[in-house]
């Protein structure tokens, strides 16, 4: 008798453990997320100049002595359970003469993303053009790992990606707001992305901030300027601009397709 009432006791002792960490446990279906994006200057600049090239190295040594090595820009993710709504924060810093136009240390998309019709339109500067890409969600394919980071207090775990069948990404995700987004087109973990590094393209994408708060479904509405076109034709557009720049300039296109 008395080992039954023992197991009895640790079984309601179980119990209102779970119980207590289910209460404590927050999660979050709609709000606001505060992304700041990181370029790495330096390593941006170094990786084009070879060690012969006088010139640009003296340019470089120069540019340091301006500029800071981290571009840092902001941006908002408006979301819901069906919805979100990825916008830049216009960047009022000094002006950068050598990257000012560079798509690859300057935000250029506000995308809109429906998680139930697996939609996506974002609205996209291409030098002087602006575009409305109209397509599916951008694919990504996953593999999960057991590592965890806290990201803006939330436990995210890692995941390792690839997307445009070549751009290698690391994001961490967490469950605790269950909603399949992130920042710019980044989706598809079963949790929100809070935060992305594209190792190789020298950029990351982190959350600083999250505000648990009701959006109203009128401000999640997608952008509607610029010639509508899909992401194939993007990319055909993108790829014949780049032809007339050289192969050199080509592994600087990704920022266009993203």
């Not at 500067?125 to 790992?145: H, M």
């Not at 269950?178 to 929100?192: A, D, I, K, R, T």
Request: aromatic share 12%.
């Amino acid at each position: 008798m008395k080992k039954n009432n023992i197991t009895k006791i640790c079984i309601l002792l179980i119990i209102s453990i779970q119980s207590y960490y289910a209460q404590e446990t927050k999660f979050i279906t709609e709000g606001i997320i505060e992304y700041e994006r990181s370029n790495n200057m330096y390593a941006l600049i170094q990786r084009g100049i070879t060690n012969d090239d006088v010139v640009s190295n003296m340019r470089f040594e120069e540019y340091k002595k301006t500029f800071p090595q981290f571009k840092r820009t902001k941006s908002t993710l408006q979301f819901s359970e069906k919805k979100s709504l990825f916008t830049p924060i216009k960047n009022d810093s000094a002006s950068d003469i050598f990257f000012e136009n560079n798509p690859a240390v300057n935000q250029i998309n506000t995308t809109y993303t429906d998680y139930d019709n697996h939609k996506q339109i974002t609205e996209k500067q291409v030098f002087e053009d602006r575009f409305l890409v109209q397509d599916s969600i951008q694919p990504v394919k996953w593999k999960i790992t057991d590592e965890f980071r806290e990201i803006a207090g939330f436990n995210c775990r890692r995941a390792n990606g690839l997307i445009m069948d070549s751009i290698y990404v690391v994001a961490f995700y967490t469950d605790q707001i269950p909603v399949s987004g992130g920042p710019e087109s980044f989706n598809g973990l079963p949790g929100m992305i809070l935060g992305v590094a594209l190792p190789h393209e020298n950029v990351t994408w982190f959350a600083k901030k999250i505000n648990d708060i009701r959006i109203e479904p009128r401000k999640l509405t997608p952008p509607n300027k610029g010639k509508i076109i899909n992401r194939k034709e993007l990319k055909q557009t993108v790829t014949d601009i780049f032809k007339s720049f050289g192969s050199s300039f080509q592994s600087s296109s990704w920022p266009f397709e993203l």
